[in-house]
């Protein structure tokens, strides 16, 4: 699986943008980008996912660049509740492939 | 959906006892299944997965062990504890694509202190 770099952590104010970046250079064609997110103490979140094209859903957008070597998460309207360590996952989808989760990114919504 | 179960949710036991965390899972047939483990303050570090019944695979060698007796149910094990396997312990279940989506259904923790 390739490998995926995200900053330890960001604020990001309540109310706003946040937009969390991940990059992941050594993508191969066939392998799909994940996003999850842990509050404390809980088990980790799916979030959204996508393989080429950018992604939007009730929690978050995902926009993947065309070389496909990044991708930015980016939850609309932050809110106190959104502070957690988000993961940047790309996995293949080969059957009994395994999921490994880097550091993620730790991100605090600020009031 | 799926729906993981884990227990117990909470364990606290002594050097050199054994270990048994237990994880089911509903709402799914042949899932793959994950053993991760977090230590205080760090990110999740993969044990094992399995991808049907007997089937372990090990992602660091270690004193745990994992089993899969049956197709839902999924077994962490150890003969001794050491103080070194003190974490958060995460059963997640998924489907390959195009089964599903790809995503991993994770269980609520079960928080062990190695004392």
């Known amino acids: 699986d390739a490998k995926t770099t995200q900053p330890p952590s960001m604020d990001c104010a309540e109310g706003r943008a946040a937009n969390l970046p991940c990059n992941h250079s050594?993508?191969?064609?066939?392998?799909?980008v994940y996003w999850y997110r842990q509050i404390h103490s809980q088990g980790p979140q799916y979030i959204i996912h996508?393989?080429?094209n950018n992604e939007t859903n009730e929690m978050a957008s995902l926009i993947i660049t065309e070389d496909r070597k990044s991708s930015t998460l980016i939850l609309p309207h932050a809110t106190l509740r959104d502070t957690a360590v988000y993961y940047c996952?790309?996995?293949?989808?080969?059957?009994?492939?395994?999921?490994?989760f880097g550091p993620g990114t730790r991100l605090s919504v600020l009031p | 959906s799926q729906t993981i179960h884990q227990w117990p949710a909470t364990l606290v036991q002594p050097v050199g006892s054994p270990l048994s965390l237990e994880c089911t899972v509903e709402?799914?047939?042949?899932?793959?299944l994950y053993w991760y483990r977090q230590a205080a303050g760090r990110g999740l570090q993969l044990l094992f997965y399995?991808?049907?019944?007997?089937?372990i695979s090990s992602e660091v060698p270690q004193n745990l062990s994992a089993s899969r007796p049956q197709d839902r149910q999924f077994i962490l094990s150890s003969k001794k504890l050491l103080l070194s396997d003190s974490g958060f312990y995460l059963c997640?279940?998924?489907?390959?694509?195009?089964?599903?989506?790809?995503?991993?259904?994770f269980g609520e923790g079960s928080r062990l202190t190695v004392l």
């Open positions: 997640a279940s998924g489907l390959d694509i195009p089964r599903s989506t790809g995503e991993l259904f």
């Open positions: 050594t993508i191969s064609g066939n392998e799909y």
């Open positions: 709402g799914t047939s042949n899932p793959n």
């Open positions: 996508g393989l080429k």
């Open positions: 996952i790309v996995r293949v989808d080969n059957y009994g492939q395994n999921f490994v």
């Open positions: 399995s991808v049907g019944i007997g089937q």
